[in-house]
């Protein structure tokens, strides 16, 4: 999401870390299922704040937030995230994203999942991302505090990419999008998340656009929780001449309800 930045001041009860040029390009929705196991309605909000003093004083802000609603047979996810950056006085919004998704069925082994996404990403000169899609997901570990997830399906992706020269590129492409979760509790108030992505086109499968990421969680109460993670991403084919390969660690305060 941004260069490596330092946590000045206590104005927020919050904190990011970030380190190199990353940028989410794989929303990882299995952050949330925990929250959402049980029935009824839930919620987190996640809120960071850096600033940073060179030639001229930056301040990023940035919300992510998550709704969902379990029913007795049937989950459903509303994420967004908007992340602002002001460079003295001047501010804008500088990347942004909305993901909707249901889970049928979703105490079964096997749940039917939909999902909607849109996405822009000024860092990466991403004007828009917008996808629709459909999966099938498999819980083939329950033991315990351990548990396991794979899921695979299909979505159609359209993209507008803003290059540094010339014209905007625009395509529209039919992927595979399939993980592999693992979480786990040390404790019950210490949480592990291990998770990887792989989105591929089927005419260019072994050439995709893959995520591997690790989150620890600390429970400092009933309500707030300490996340801890990192996420490395490699794109095989940037549209545009973007890094392959970006990672970021982050230090976040994650507020429940």
Known sequence: MSFFKSFAGT???ASTLFFADAS?????????RSGADSTGWGGEIGLDLTIEKYDDRVTTAENESALFYTSKNHNYILLSSLEFVDVEGSSIINSGYVH???TFRSKKKFSPELFLQYQYNNNLRLAKRQLVGTGIRYRFLSKGRLSGTFSTGFMAENEEWNPKEGTNIENTFIKS???VALRGSINEATSLLLIGYYQARPDLFFEPRSTLESQLGVKLSRHITLAISFVM??????IIDIPKVTYELENSLIFTF
């Open 177 to 179: 999008t399939s993980n």
């Open 11 to 13: 104005v927020f009860a």
């Open 100 to 102: 909707a998704r249901s």
């Open 233 to 238: 991403t490699n794109d095989a084919r940037p």
């Open 24 to 32: 989410a390009q794989i929303l990882n929705v299995e952050r949330v």
